[in-house]
């Protein structure tokens, strides 16, 4: 293919306001997108690409050290733990819990 581009470059501007634009109550993805002149299916990957970067968690600091490990509370096996001390509060869990409820402790403890 030889001549000018055809592909349209969007700044994260028009895209910021196609992405609002679709969030409104009532707002259709279709429409929307016939008005900004932008295929459906970009906005939806646009969408996609907006909630992967704002559900993102990223890293947190993880410090080792040895220190002297804490009581077991009596009658609990201990199989394997993780021990996370966030703001004073330390809590462990333990290596056979659900994903589902380490994720949700996690979150609480950074709230």
Same mark, same amino acid.
């Given at each position: 293919? !030889?001549?000018?581009?055809? %592909?349209? %470059?969007?700044?994260?501007?028009?895209?910021? %306001?196609?992405?609002?634009?679709?969030?409104? /109550?009532? &707002? #259709?993805?279709?429409? #929307?997108?016939?008005?900004?002149?932008?295929? !459906?299916?970009?906005?939806?990957?646009?969408?996609? +690409? =907006?909630?992967? !970067?704002?559900?993102? /968690?990223?890293?947190? +600091?993880?410090?080792?050290?040895? =220190?002297?490990?804490?009581?077991?509370?009596?009658?609990?096996?201990?199989?394997? $733990? *993780?021990?996370?001390?966030?703001?004073? $509060?330390?809590?462990? *869990?333990?290596?056979?819990?659900?994903? &589902?409820? *380490?994720?949700?402790?996690?979150? &609480?403890? %950074?709230?």
């Amino acid at each position: 293919m !030889t001549g000018d581009e055809r %592909r349209r %470059r969007w700044s994260d501007e028009e895209r910021a %306001r196609i992405l609002a634009a679709i969030e409104e /109550p009532g &707002a #259709v993805v279709a429409e #929307v997108a016939r008005r900004a002149d932008v295929c !459906t299916s970009l906005v939806y990957k646009w969408r996609r +690409q =907006a909630r992967a !970067t704002a559900n993102d /968690p990223g890293f947190a +600091q993880v410090v080792v050290e040895n =220190a002297p490990r804490p009581p077991m509370p009596a009658g609990e096996p201990e199989l394997g $733990a *993780i021990l996370v001390e966030v703001n004073g $509060a330390r809590i462990r *869990i333990g290596a056979n819990a659900p994903s &589902a409820l *380490i994720a949700a402790t996690l979150k &609480a403890l %950074r709230s």
